[in-house]
């Protein structure tokens, strides 16, 4: 399977947090490199409709259970969001479920198709 948008979370160029899981090692391995992203890495999300470049602002690794990573502002689930947020998961270490890579970052540029 590829990469899928969480539900209940933002659709990209939304404000509040746009979230996407994947797996590290099937379907191509399309969240392999996950976790060797880096502040100020770009992310590029293609739509029917729009191109979005997200810029990485923070990485962290939580328990499969820590679900607050996908509150409308990440870790802070009354605090209202004012910016486009995004938040990659994938597993940790690969072929494992332990533990998640969360890879965060904010919307830095739209384009229309």
Do not use: E
Request: hydrophobic share 35%; charged share 15%; glycine share 8%.
């Amino acid at each position: 399977m590829s990469p899928g948008r969480v539900p209940d979370t933002q659709w990209p160029g939304q404000t509040g947090n746009f979230a996407v899981a994947g797996h590290r090692v099937t379907a191509g391995n399309p969240f392999w490199s996950l976790p060797s992203m880096k502040d100020g890495d770009l992310v590029y999300i293609q739509t029917r409709l729009n191109n979005y470049t997200c810029r990485v602002t923070g990485k962290k690794m939580v328990a499969p259970a820590d679900t607050a990573v996908l509150d409308p502002v990440p870790g802070h689930p009354r605090q209202r969001p004012a910016q486009r947020m995004i938040t990659l998961i994938t597993c940790d270490p690969a072929w494992t479920g332990t533990h998640r890579v969360i890879v965060t970052g904010v919307l830095v540029a739209a384009k229309t198709r």
